[in-house]
């Protein structure tokens, strides 16, 4: 089932280099990953790694980590924390 939701989508990447602001570069398109995104109705509050992630995504990719920023449609979503614990890796997402 969770196959069926999966789609491509393009992905940015953070940098280690600063700007002349000192703030991190981003990327542009770097590739794609292939994710089920679903929105979140519940405010995850737990862990303040996440509580601010207002999506959860399943992928099968084990690269993805918290310096990605994901095009979802006309949105950019940061990608907050994974959960790299069983056959999908559990990706944690916020608005930009």
Known sequence: MINTQMRDYEYLKITEINDDYGQPQTVEAEGTIKMA??????NLQENSLY???????LTLN???DATYIIKYGTEKLKV???NKQGRYTQ?????M
Request: hydrophobic share 40%.
């Open 37 to 42: 995104i679903n929105f979140s109705t519940e």
């Open 80 to 82: 907050l924390y994974v």
């Open 51 to 57: 509580s601010n992630a207002q999506y959860v995504g």
């Open 91 to 95: 990706v944690y997402l916020a608005r």
């Open 62 to 64: 084990k690269d993805i």
